[in-house]
């Protein structure tokens, strides 16, 4: 009798459930039922304030008995009796806070983003397989399994990984898996050297610029294109003290006899780009001061790394400590050492060298199945990657790779931007050739002296770094460090012929001419992405090069005398633009005011009255920089946009020293779609007017300040895709080519100073917090204390301090 | 009577099942304390109703209390609740208390056709 309501309720019951327990396309792509669950879903992760971290763990993997300390920052200090015991628990502690941004990170490194983002991603993945990211790994992992020792420390590692992963229950899962319906993947060695790939894509891959460099050579010629882009600023401070004395260069490279005509002195243009290409505000500070330059004589390094911020950030706070080896600093949650830091003896940090270590050669194929290629004057057969791409809640997408001598084709018939061209471009990048970066920070954790730190970084080849040192011997130093192509002059700026040897790399440079320079007699040292030497270092060397943090580091640097701690905490705070001092009389100089609108007047004044001090109230530094946009857009873009895609901008150090130096030569003021032909004082009050319309609407907004401005942000690492999950507004000033290098998303993402005294005295802050965990109050509690310019002590703890009141929580571990 | 006590035994027997088995357990927890405690259908589903409600709705509570609403804000304002935690809270134990409610109510219509 009751048979049919209960087949309606059953039915209805079965279908609330059924509807509950799947996505409901992309704006809700989780089960909600689950989701909802609080025994499920995202409230499992919502961490409690008083959480309590302690715990006791058996692993059959460990050898011994090893502790973690958790500070009240949660920072571990983990003790271990010997290195693979250590290495398995950094492997578990990182998961632990940040298995996520781990297995996402490493996916999309291998061109696997489609996977959890679904079809949008398909062309970035595959870029990341023409770029041969996953090749990349694969040569490094050879390199890698070559040494037991190295291979035991990275092993251990990836246990420890998938111990953690493997003790998640379902209900555990970080909650970015629940938002997006997705499971973490067990780890491997392989994805550590993903990892490491991603790093030497972001700070190598966009340090060269050879296809919109082709366009560049067909607007302007390639006499003109030496000088709209030049390769040594008159400005330019290097990182090699001027006056050093360069050896003779051990390799001298010999341009091909047919260079002036089918290299320089063609005019086709590249109708191609990259993608993914990295922010070219990637780059650093580092420097380091001598004990005569301090208050108490001991040396003081310092370093911040400037990459994008993000939620969680890159970086992870440790400290490392076998009964041999003690190191604390920050590493990289999917790769084993400390990366930038300290230990008992020295420290250590790193800037980007911006070196261009990426050529582009053009290949003509016998067919388009692209087997075989002409090369020396025979078709040589191609290795074919398949590459099989994977898209969520579609189906697979294949794609098919040429690999060639040079390296793979990243650009052909099926993959370039736009339908006219099909020109086949491989490319040559140091980040292919094998190597084992990652062991060059197990030795520097372990160094004790100068000697040891030039050891350990000897075998570091990509991405080149300019590694920074101190010891507490009193040593200071500083070495731009990698695999630097050998180049004749102005090779690899341009696409090159493929068809035979003569354009490829004839050799390296030699490790031990690099440049680098060590106790100078002024007492300090530093590094700020500039051009590494004058113009006496006897090597073609291009690349990406920041000229003006430099200038500024070096300006205050040599003033200075008897420093402290403090004194390197302002200048790494620093707002002062070094460029806007030189670039402002130029524009002040020039600029008509009685042809300014009524709003430019008003804003002049607040420009002319302005410090150069770009601090977060700072309304001249808002002025000056779009003033100064808007006079480099009237001098270039006439010019760099007559090719698609645009050759690149010229550099505004180069920009503004033309100007100051001499305008008259400066030929590109005029515009060249207009048909009078525009002055200097023409278009820089021209570009005053026209800036002063977006800032008046900007003011009127509340937003001439400059922090409001630019509404400094960190996001999580999906982005947009979870806004809530990003800090927004936070009140800094700073800007890429100022020490305090803080932009719109990106700039200093740790902050570390490094007081060489007996008992060393470190400091350190970044952006973020320790845990991954969005629901967890460690999340972003570092935020506040970054913004306002202020550190941590960082604590060097001792085996004997277990007692101490700064350990909060203790993670036992043992084997079982 | 019955129905407190089909409410508490519903909202034990779904954590129970929590504990063990997925989410979607709680309507067969609410079916078969419907099937032991026989009421008339509506008063079953709004045990299985009242049970969830208070089950889930307390849970979450709860757990929003110990964590400050940290990712409770971060959810709602995803979702999109406009970053309310309380209705994010409501939302979740409307949710459990719907499908318990159905899962009851299924489970007081079968023991009655079986008479």
Redesign the interface.
């Known amino acids: 009798m009751r048979i049919v309501p209960f087949m309606v309720s059953a039915a209805a019951t079965a279908g609330l459930v059924w509807a509950l327990n799947k996505p409901w396309g992309s704006a809700v792509p989780m089960p909600l039922g689950k989701f909802l669950s609080p025994q499920h879903g995202f409230w499992q992760n919502a961490e409690a304030a008083g959480y309590d971290f302690t715990a006791d763990l058996k692993f059959p993997e460990l050898k011994g008995d090893a502790s973690v300390y958790l500070d009240e920052r949660l920072v571990p200090h983990i003790f271990a009796e010997n290195d693979e015991d250590l290495y398995f628990l950094q492997g578990y502690i990182h998961a632990k806070f940040r298995l996520f941004q781990m297995d996402l990170q490493t996916k999309a490194a291998e061109g696997r983003a489609s996977e959890i983002a679904g079809a949008v991603a398909v062309n970035f993945d595959r870029e990341q397989r023409r770029l041969g990211m996953k090749y990349a790994a694969e040569n490094a992992m050879k390199e890698m399994e070559k040494d037991p020792a190295s291979l035991a420390m990275f092993s251990a590692y990836t246990k420890g990984v998938n111990a953690y992963i493997h003790s998640l229950k379902e209900s555990e899962i970080p909650v970015e898996y629940k938002l997006l319906n997705a499971k973490p993947e067990a780890w491997s060695n392989i994805r550590t050297a993903l990892l490491l790939k991603m790093m030497a894509k972001m700070l190598s891959s966009g340090t060269e610029n050879d296809l919109l460099n082709t366009n560049a050579k067909s607007i302007f010629g390639y006499d003109a294109f030496k000088q709209v882009y030049p390769q040594v600023p008159d400005s330019l401070v290097p990182i090699v003290p001027k006056g050093t004395v360069f050896d003779t260069a051990g390799i001298k490279p010999v341009k091909p006899a047919t260079a002036d005509s089918l290299y320089f002195g063609t005019k086709d243009t590249m109708m191609m780009a990259e993608i993914s290409r990295p922010d070219k505000n990637n780059g650093s500070n580092n420097w380091v001061v001598a004990g005569s330059k301090t208050q108490d004589g001991a040396p003081i390094l310092c370093n911040d790394p400037h990459l994008e911020l993000s939620l969680p950030s890159i970086w992870f706070e440790l400290q490392l400590s076998t009964p041999t080896s003690n190191a604390y600093g920050v590493s990289l949650p999917g790769s084993p050492f400390v990366i930038i830091g300290f230990n008992d003896s020295i420290a250590w940090g790193v800037t980007n060298s911006q070196r261009d270590v990426k050529d582009y050669f053009e290949i003509k194929f016998k067919d388009a199945s692209k087997k075989e290629y002409w090369y020396n004057g025979k078709w040589e057969p191609a290795m074919i990657r398949y590459e099989e791409i994977k898209v969520r809640g579609k189906g697979t997408v294949y794609d098919t790779v040429a690999y060639t001598v040079f390296g793979p084709v990243i650009f052909d018939e099926s993959f370039s931007n736009t339908v006219s061209n099909k020109r086949n471009l491989a490319m040559r990048w140091t980040a292919h050739d094998g190597s084992n970066e990652g062991m060059t920070f197990y030795k520097l954790n372990r160094a004790k002296n100068y000697d040891d730190y030039v050891n350990a970084i000897s075998t570091f080849d990509c991405p080149g770094q300019n590694f920074v040192f101190a010891s507490k011997t009193g040593d200071i130093a500083i070495w731009q460090q990698g695999k630097f192509p050998a180049r004749w002059d102005g090779q690899g700026q341009f696409v090159m012929p493929g068809e035979d040897d003569s354009y490829n790399w004839q050799g390296f440079i030699p490790q031990s001419e690099n440049p680098h320079a060590k106790n100078p007699e002024r007492g300090f040292l530093e590094s700020a992405n500039q051009r590494p030497a004058d113009s006496s270092y006897p090597y073609f060397i291009p690349g990406s090069y920041i000229t003006p943090r430099g200038i500024a580091i070096e300006h205050f640097l040599s003033g200075m005398s008897g420093i402290t701690v403090s004194d390197m905490m302002r200048l790494q705070n620093n707002y002062y633009n070094e460029l806007a001092n030189d670039a402002l009389p130029v524009l002040l100089k020039y600029v008509n005011e009685a042809g300014l609108n009524t709003e430019a007047r008003k804003y002049i004044e607040i420009v002319k009255a302005w410090n150069m001090e770009a601090g977060p109230a700072s309304k001249g530094q808002t002025i000056y920089q779009c003033w100064w946009d808007s006079l480099e857009a009237a001098i270039w873009k006439d010019d760099i946009s007559k090719t698609d895609p645009m050759a690149p901008w010229p550099e505004e150090q180069t920009t503004m020293e033309w100007l100051a130096r001499d305008s008259s030569s400066l030929s590109y003021i005029d515009n060249i779609n207009t048909q009078e032909t525009e002055t200097l004082d023409m278009i820089v009050t021209t570009a005053l007017n026209k800036a002063s319309v977006s800032l008046a609407q900007k003011e009127a907004e509340g937003k001439l300040e400059w922090t409001r401005f630019k509404n400094p942000s960190i996001y999580h690492l999906i982005k947009d895709g979870l806004p809530a999950f990003a800090r927004k507004g936070l009140n800094v000033g700073g800007n890429g080519n100022i020490i305090n290098a803080v932009t719109h998303s990106h700039g200093p993402s740790w902050r570390m100073i490094v007081h060489m005294v007996s008992e060393t005295e470190a400091y350190g802050v970044y952006p973020a917090g320790q845990s991954g965990n969005p629901g967890s109050k460690y999340y972003d509690n570092f935020i506040d204390t970054w913004v306002k310019g202020e550190y941590y002590k960082l604590w060097m703890m001792k085996a004997t301090e277990t007692g101490d009141k700064k350990v909060k929580w203790v993670m036992k571990f043992g084997k079982g | 009577m019955k129905f407190i006590v089909a409410v508490i035994l519903t909202a034990s027997l779904a954590?129970a099942a929590?504990?063990w088995f997925?989410?979607?357990s709680?309507?067969i927890a609410a079916?078969i304390v419907a099937l032991l405690v026989h009421q008339k259908?509506g008063k079953a589903f709004l045990a299985g109703f009242t049970g969830l409600f208070i089950?889930?709705g307390g849970?979450?509570w709860w757990?929003?209390m110990?964590?400050?609403s940290?990712?409770?804000?971060?959810?709602a304002?995803?979702?999109p609740l406009g970053?309310n935690a309380i209705l994010l809270i409501v939302?979740?134990a409307l949710?459990?208390a719907?499908?318990a409610g159905?899962?009851a109510?299924?489970g007081s219509?079968?023991r009655?056709?079986n008479?």
């Not at chain 2, 940290?70 to 959810?75: E, F, M, R």
């Open positions: 954590f929590g504990l997925d989410w979607w709680i309507a079916f259908a089950l889930w849970f979450a757990m929003d110990q964590n400050e940290i990712l409770s804000k971060k959810i304002a995803t979702l970053g939302v979740t949710v459990g719907l499908v159905f899962g109510m299924s219509y079968l009655s056709s008479k």
